[in-house]
């Protein structure tokens, strides 16, 4: 497994795009290894989605977020009506 092992400077970077692409790309496999079990090869897909997500929540200084999508499609097929929440939770 690729070990993801952070500079000084990267830890204390406020966000990982600043980390270099050998950090970023051990942070792509790690995290793809990681829950690759649960969702196969989608795995980074997933995670790097929900991430973005809760990225944006977290721009906006909110605690929920909701993004609506209508007329869907993909590659020319109607795909519906979508509805995306984001909330946090403290338990």
Request: aromatic share 6%; hydrophobic share 35%; charged share 25%.
């Amino acid at each position: 497994m690729a070990e993801l092992i952070l500079t000084e400077k990267e830890k204390s970077d406020l966000t990982y795009l600043n980390w270099s692409d050998e950090a970023l790309g051990k942070l792509v496999k790690k995290t793809a290894l990681m829950i690759s079990d649960e969702y196969g090869q989608d795995a980074a897909h997933i995670t790097t989605s929900a991430h973005l997500l809760i990225s944006l929540a977290e721009k906006c200084n909110s605690t929920e977020t909701t993004l609506t999508f209508e007329g869907v499609s993909h590659a020319g097929e109607p795909k519906g009506n979508w509805k995306i929440v984001v909330f946090r939770t403290d338990d």
